[in-house]
């Protein structure tokens, strides 16, 4: 909404490598994995990097591929109390970097998200509760 020039990769079911395909000097990929590492994910940040592409790396651990070099490693905890990974840590790692993408996107980003909001209240996009008396 924000941001129009942000992409989420794989989209549809391509390949993370098919979306990077016309990557140049100049993008950046924020990648985001934790253990265990996605081998598609490691080899698709290897791949961007090779075309010039600048990395930021969000993850477990400070300490992912010794062929990766990013700009920047931002670590976040995903320790449990169960099995699972917790994904709170990442999340709101996200949620700040967002949030600090949509601020320096400016009034223009702001504008852009209120016209979704507009669009989406017009179209009844969203369902309400309808509260029993």
Known sequence: MALPSLQLIPRNMNSAIDELNTAKPGDVLIAITIMPYSRET???CEFAQNRGVKLILI???DVVSPKLDPEA???ASTHSAHHFASFGGITAVLE???ALLVKRGGAEAAKRVKSYEELRAQHNAYWVAQKNS
């Open 42 to 44: 490691i080899a698709a």
């Open 96 to 98: 700040t970097l967002l």
């Open 73 to 75: 490693v931002l670590v």
């Open 59 to 61: 993850t477990d651990s």
